[in-house]
């Protein structure tokens, strides 16, 4: 089985092309063997990508964490299954369809643009102490589970330990959520980190998380409701913007997707 190993801005995948879940195979549990990073490929997820159409330009993608949990939207493993339709199919926009949630995609040379579509948000949702200081989150559903707190200094932060007892909080419990830590960083632009729920980790970058942030910090004032510029542990930063038709709903993120290698499955 041939498949890309592909990063959107740090956010690392093993992709499959012309595969879909209910094939006769335990994709959970290929996803975790593939995802562990000494014995398989190692990634933050498996994505599985399948043509529908081509006029239109229609896919369907769906995106496993590492743990071998699904997860009902993952900006960059869409990024990154749009990267590889315009390789594989020459298509420059397109429809990706996850978790049946219909999101656009553009591809130029140098970036991938997807949509996000944010539903609730919940302004302080949870407090907890970090560094000794009493530090609300605020939810933000982007197709996923996400937290938000803005916070002085990200890297002063572990967000590893923290992430956790956000993420395993009875109050958000059985869900849990990823968890975002975001700070000013100048004019429309934040600097971000991430723990994500089903890697159990810090990720480099989070498309919905980006996404996430954005939201949250447009309503506690931070950055105007235009492009905002989220730098990431990767150096390689999103830039999330307001859908023209939809800019209460709808959010697109876009950013660099690198495909790393291609090979054959053992
Ligand atoms: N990294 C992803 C989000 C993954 C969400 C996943 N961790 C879950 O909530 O199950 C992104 O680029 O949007």
């Known amino acids: ?24 195979k335990d994709w959970p549990k290929e996803a975790e063997r593939l995802c562990a990073r000494r014995t398989g ?5 498996l994505v599985l990508s399948r043509l529908v159409s ?25 990024r990154c299954s749009a990267w590889a339709a315009r390789r594989d199919h020459g298509f420059q926009q397109m429809r990706l369809r996850m978790a049946g949630v219909v999101h656009e995609a553009v591809v130029s040379d140098d970036s991938v643009w997807v949509t996000v579509e944010v539903s609730q948000i919940l302004p302080r949702r949870l407090q ?19 937290v938000v707190a803005i916070v002085g200094n990200v890297d002063a932060i572990d967000p590893v330990v923290v992430g956790r007892i956000i993420r395993h909080h009875p109050d958000l ?12 960083a100048g004019h429309q632009a934040l600097k971000i980190r991430t723990y994500e729920r089903g890697v ?14 954005v939201v949250v910090a447009t309503m506690r004032g931070l950055v105007a409701r235009r492009a905002v510029t989220v730098h990431n542990r990767a150096g390689e930063p999103l830039t999330v913007r307001p859908h023209n038709a939809r800019p209460n709903r709808t959010q697109w993120v876009g950013g660099p997707v690198t495909n790393t290698f291609e090979g054959v499955l053992a």
Request: aromatic fraction near 6%; proline fraction near 4%.
């Open 200 to 213: 159990e980790a810090e990720t480099l970058s989070c498309g919905s998380g980006a996404v996430a942030a």
């Open 128 to 146: 907890t102490v970090v560094n000794g200081r009493p530090t609300w989150f605020d939810s933000a559903h982007t197709g996923t589970e996400h």
């Open 54 to 78: 081509e006029a239109p330009a229609v896919l369907d993608v769906t995106c496993f964490n590492a743990d071998g949990s699904i997860a009902t939207m993952c900006g960059n493993a869409l």
């Open 41 to 45: 490929v190692g990634a933050d997820g």
């Open 1 to 24: 089985m041939r498949f890309r190993k592909i990063h959107g801005a740090g956010n690392d995948f093993v992709l499959l092309s012309g595969h879909e879940p209910d094939d006769d």
């Open 173 to 184: 419990a059985p869900l849990g959520t990823n968890v975002n830590f975001v700070q000013s």
